[in-house]
């Protein structure tokens, strides 16, 4: 069975300083459009994934829910997972193996550098992942 993941870094965020802690950053308008413009090209590729997972950081979070939106799911199925924030590569690989086994495609937004680096990581470790395989 193929099994798809969508990996996503965050919309376009305020700039540090506006807000008093990195966690509570959000988007900004052109973060929005970026969201919204990721989902409408997903749709067109036909991937819906049936699973949504996110950074619970309002930025990582609202994208997720945007992109669920477009794609005709409902943004409150988006999982918020605080784990997501300054998560390390390994800490996001477990999560990847930790997806259900019957979810065909699955969607995780987080944070650089985090999020980028696990695409290698997946590649290095693909034989020996369930969802990947």
Partial sequence: ???????????????????????ARTLVPDGVKEAKYTGNELKKAGIKPQWYLASAAPRAFFTMRFIAAALGSDPENVIGDKSLYAATRES??????????D???AAICGHNP?????IPL???????MPFLN
Avoid at 1 to 23: C, N, P, Q, W
Avoid at 114 to 118: A, K, N, V
């Fill in 1 to 23: 069975m193929k099994r798809t993941l969508v990996i996503i870094r965050h919309g376009k965020a305020e700039s540090f300083g506006i807000v008093s802690e990195d966690y």
């Fill in 92 to 101: 996001l690989l477990a999560v990847v193996r930790s997806l259900p086994q």
């Fill in 103 to 105: 979810v065909d495609c």
């Fill in 114 to 118: 985090e999020i980028s680096d696990l």
């Fill in 122 to 128: 997946l590649a290095e470790h693909s034989g020996g």
